[in-house]
């Protein structure tokens, strides 16, 4: 299993950014999917899941009405669009394999910085 996360980078607050999470490994279009981001000093924080077909998503509320996962399931890919990007948003954003607290693979991270 491989979870391979790129799209992050430098924005602006209220700018956008899109990650994306390549899959390898399994059959992608059997599993939710996930996206958690960690400070450092701080516990990872849950971001938002989608299950397996995309049709449920479920969102934190720090990022509800700003933040949307999608999945390709024919490209075996997972994207969160990112909008209105705050200065706390700032983390290193990662992919996991599961549905909200429950993962079992993860990918190596992305680094997103909002800052003025």
């Known amino acids: 299993v491989q979870l391979v996360e790129s799209g992050g980078g430098y924005v602006q607050p209220g700018g956008s950014l899109r990650l994306s999470c390549a899959a390898s490994?399994?059959?992608?279009?059997?599993?939710?999917m996930s996206w958690v981001r960690q400070t450092p000093g701080k516990e990872r924080e849950f971001v938002g899941s989608?299950?397996?077909?995309?049709?449920?998503?479920y969102y934190a509320d720090s990022v509800k009405g700003r933040f949307t996962l999608s999945r390709d399931n024919a490209k075996n890919t997972m994207y969160l669009q990112m909008n209105s990007l705050k200065p706390e948003d700032t983390a290193v954003y990662y992919c996991a394999r599961g549905w909200s607290g429950k993962y079992d693979y993860w990918g190596q991270g992305t680094q997103v910085t909002v800052s003025s």
């Open positions: 490994g399994f059959t992608f279009s059997s599993y939710a």
């Open positions: 989608i299950n397996w077909s995309g049709g449920h998503t």
